[in-house]
């Protein structure tokens, strides 16, 4: 006669250690929703309203101004292929100080869009070689 040898399961354990007590909870949950179930459908509407309000009011999270000024935050992603050599590197940095320069700025001239339309063509011309 074969026996199989089973492992205690942390699972099965808790199932054996609390086996009445879960039997107790679950019925009594079972007749107190059978016996009140509209107190059960307006206490999870009103649950579910609430946390829509939270949602969209208290907890709303507040995107950064920052984030959205940074033009050349895509070109020294992780994930971009960055090939240049130590030149094209001081290059890139010095045209990102043009630009925050630029940025900073309260009133554009046409100066400075012609810098800027410069400094753009520069910076796709290091990224296509």
Do not use: W
Not at 83 to 96: D, F, V
Request: aromatic share 6%.
């Amino acid at each position: 006669m074969r026996y199989k040898i089973t492992r205690p399961n942390i699972l099965s354990e808790i199932r054996k250690e609390f086996s009445r007590q879960y039997i107790k909870i679950s019925s009594g949950l079972v007749f107190f929703f059978s016996r009140n179930p509209k107190v059960v459908f307006a206490s999870m509407v009103v649950l579910l309203a609430a946390s829509l309000i939270l949602c969209f009011t208290v907890l709303r999270v507040r995107s950064e101004k920052s984030k959205a000024k940074s033009v050349l935050k895509p070109l020294t992603g992780a994930g971009v292929n960055v090939g240049l050599s130590i030149g094209n590197l001081q290059k890139m940095l010095s045209l990102q100080q043009e630009l925050e320069a630029i940025l900073k700025k309260d009133t554009l001239g046409a100066a400075d869009s012609v810098a800027f339309r410069r400094i753009m063509k520069e910076v796709e011309s290091m990224r296509s070689h």
